[in-house]
């Protein structure tokens, strides 16, 4: 059975870093990009950027392009979203998902919900 | 890249049918056979329900069906349960950026 599994919610101040991950299972984590994906609050689905953990190659939609880093570890089927500065206009739902061809999205994580507040 | 165009809200009765649009451009839905819908339950992850325009992934009830004339993709809904209820979200594959885009979403009411 294919998973995706992400880390847990996190509160943060502004200004510190984040990353959360997300590890796949059921399936070979290599042959498939990982997209992510934003919810703000009461918001519509917006697409951050993917990589392909065969080789951690990455893009970015131009809206989160400089704001966030993807990264990831074939080793142990992880994908991970980093910040290095968060700001409260983080705060937001985030989900990883599988991709399949022409950008379809097969697969979903269960969300981390990241909150950033002073 | 700008968002697909959802009407914001949709309602029908059990057993009646719904009919999502979904507006694009040449650029995105008319010119891609990569057109995905997704439904999301409150406070649950999006479910992929229809992709390449018309295909269902196993375990999606027929009673889910899409379509696509010109730059408009529509998914319809027949047989309307009380499960349905939910937003649903469209997205289509961009050739020319080689990105996806999602459109504004349409929250399901089922009276």
């Known amino acids: 059975e294919v998973q995706l599994v992400q880390s847990r919610a996190e509160v943060k101040k502004p200004g510190e870093s984040l990353e959360i991950s997300c590890k796949g299972s059921g399936y070979r984590f290599t042959s498939n990009w990982i997209s992510w994906v934003r919810q703000m609050p009461g918001k519509g689905l917006e697409w951050m950027g993917r990589?392909?953990?065969?080789?951690?190659?990455?893009n970015y939609s131009p809206s989160f392009q400089g704001h966030v880093t993807i990264s990831s570890d074939k080793s142990t089927n992880t994908a991970y979203l980093q910040w290095s500065s968060l700001k409260p206009s983080d705060t937001a739902m985030y989900y990883c998902?599988?991709?399949?061809?022409?950008?379809?999205?097969?697969?979903w994580g269960q969300g981390t919900l990241v909150t950033v507040s002073s | 890249q700008s968002a697909l165009t959802q009407p914001p809200s949709a309602s029908g009765s059990p057993g009646q049918s719904v009919t999502i649009s979904c507006a694009g451009t040449s650029n995105d839905i008319g010119g891609s056979k990569y057109v995905s819908w997704y439904q999301q339950h409150p406070g649950k992850a999006p479910k992929l329900m229809i992709y390449e325009v018309t295909k269902r992934p196993s375990g999606v009830p027929d009673r889910f069906s899409g379509s696509k004339s010109g730059n408009t993709a529509s998914l319809t809904v027949s047989g309307l349960q009380a499960e349905d209820e939910a937003d649903y979200y469209c997205?289509?594959?961009?050739?020319?950026?080689?990105?996806?885009?999602f459109g504004t979403g349409t929250k399901v009411t089922v009276l």
């Open positions: 998902a599988r991709q399949m061809f022409g950008e379809t999205l097969d697969y």
């Open positions: 990589i392909d953990p065969s080789d951690s190659h990455s």
């Open positions: 997205s289509s594959y961009t050739g020319s950026n080689n990105w996806g885009v």
